[in-house]
């Protein structure tokens, strides 16, 4: 499977910046690992502040001065997408294989989120001839015209996260271009090498002007330069609510104020009902919580069991758990891979500890290590957690759920998480139309989902509310977020 590494189409050691593939300004590069090893499978270059630069300024010549916004048809654009999803379509086996490879996902999940990728790149085209504004005929004054056009926002700078990087990128980048922006794209540290080949890609349909796409690689420091250039128009940032603060406060405190859109952390509870078919709601629960080894933003962490059935659902909850297949993610058995690299792996671990000396949360399974190689943990679960713990209050970002007190009444439940500080997702398992109306109109959650967990589709939106961010993904509202609209006001009379 490494022998992708071999046969690579481009330069891992070069940025796409402004149609060509260039040498970094920088000396400094950053280790690429496979988390399933820890071992070191490509070097890249950890950009500065001169590459970031540069990317901006042919980002910012692509969209003032060149033919994509100023020659270029929604028609035009349309077809670029296709072609482009096209390409991706062809080389899909060699994504798969290389995003496997430097994520430690599972085969099978990787060729879910390829269909996805090419899936979004599709939907979106089908925008990129449809934007459409509004006449106002005359309201006031019978000489006075009014009608609004909208515009693409400009410059988009996107700092992704390392959990999805192929995936994600097409939540962002898809509407971004279907709407007339042009790109500068910073991927995870962690997982840049699905992102080059994408450029590579982007760039071999020969269909998008010099500087519409652009690609930086490193960490903090180039995000920041990236957020704070004068000349990018909007940021679209996926990651912690630290950094996410910290992205806003960034954006307003510039010379040039610009719009952000920020899809952050979650810690999202998920209720089962009395009535839940329980084998079947065992399973959507590990799934919900465990998929891409618990590195969901949306992970169904916080669990809700009602008193009734609670003693019953634990030995279902735990069997779901230890049948998950960990092994070679590689393997088409393989169900759950490890943790992304050392420093989520130590925090995972830390705060297993946490749930089991502080907490005093009851350990249901798992809480070690697993494979004696690379990042891996066992499928966790506690029971019995107190709702204010830290593990069930804390997003983990790993393979842990917390299985809470039981509850008697869903108007509790409801009660306690109106006050949880997330709002990305939510869950409800239960055959009664009274309690999933209730549930689903009253938790303040971006996303919920009614016996089932993780379904998500391009039409429609997902995003949270309170420290899960604003601004919205996928379906039409992404692809909106990237115009604005003009009003023009005509004297027809002059």
Known sequence: MSSILSRLPFDETLIYVNGEWTKSQASQTCRVENPDTAETIATVPECNAQDLDLAVQAAYSAFHDGPWVNEYSGAQRRDALLALATAIEESRQDIEEL?????????????????????????FAGYADKVEGRHIAAQTNRNLEGYTVKVPVG?????????????????????????????????????????????????????????????????????????????????????????????????????????????????????????????????????????????????????????????????????????????????????????????QYDRVLEYIRIGRDEDQAALLTGGQPALGRGYWIQPTIFYNVSPTTRIATEEIFGPVLSVLEPFDELDEVIEIERKNEFGLAAGIFTRRHQDIAKFTRKLRSGTIWVNNYNALYSYLPFGGFRNSGFGRELGYESFDGYLVPKSIIDDISY
């Open 99 to 123: 995003e496997s490879l430097n994520t430690g996902k599972p085969i099978n999940d990787v060729r879910v989120e390829l269909d996805d990728t090419i899936d979004l790149f599709r939907f």
């Open 155 to 343: 410059v988009v700078g996107f700092i992704n996260a390392f959990n999805y990087p192929i995936c994600l990128l097409a939540w962002k980048v898809a509407p971004a271009l279907a709407a007339g922006c042009t790109v500068v794209f910073k991927p995870g540290p962690q997982t840049p090498l699905t992102t080059q080949y994408f450029a590579y890609l982007l760039h071999k349909t020969g269909k998008f002007p010099k500087g519409v796409f652009n690609v930086v690689l490193g960490g903090v420091g180039v995000g920041q330069a990236l957020v704070d250039h004068d000349l990018v128009d909007k940021i679209g940032f996926t990651g912690s609510v630290a950094t996410g603060k910290q992205v806003i406060r960034s954006t307003a405190s510039t010379r040039n104020v610009r719009c952000t859109s920020v899809e952050l952390g979650g810690k999202s509870p998920g209720v089962v009902m009395p009535d839940a078919d329980l084998d079947k709601t065992a399973k959507l629960v590990v799934s919900g919580c465990m998929a891409n080894a618990g590195m969901n933003c949306n992970a169904l962490t916080r669990l809700w069991v009602h008193r009734s059935i609670y003693d019953e659902f634990m030995p279902q909850l735990k069997a779901a758990a230890e049948a998950l297949v960990l092994n070679t993610p590689q393997d088409t058995a393989t169900e759950m891979g490890p943790l992304i690299d050392k420093r």
